[in-house]
């Protein structure tokens, strides 16, 4: 048996949720330990949606242009 770690998804609502807590004034740090999720994972949507590039789940959300 493997010892593979499953990568943890998440909506885009609850990213978006988490996003505009720390843009209404609270800690990275306070919104990710009260959501569970590592600060990094946080940071990086708080960048992303800065730059309208946050999207949900699996990325399916995402479209390419030929």
């Given amino acids: 048996m493997s010892d593979k770690q499953v990568?943890?998804?998440y909506t885009r609502?609850?990213?978006q949720e988490a996003v505009r807590q720390v843009r209404?004034?609270?800690a990275i740090a306070v919104v990710a330990k009260v959501l569970g999720i590592p600060k990094a994972s946080l940071g990086n949507w708080v960048r992303l949606s800065?730059?309208?590039e946050l999207d949900?789940?699996?990325g399916g959300d995402k479209s390419i242009q030929v």
């Fill in 50 to 52: 800065a730059k309208g």
């Fill in 24 to 26: 209404s004034g609270q």
């Fill in 7 to 9: 990568r943890a998804q």
């Fill in 13 to 15: 609502e609850f990213k």
């Fill in 56 to 58: 949900g789940a699996g």
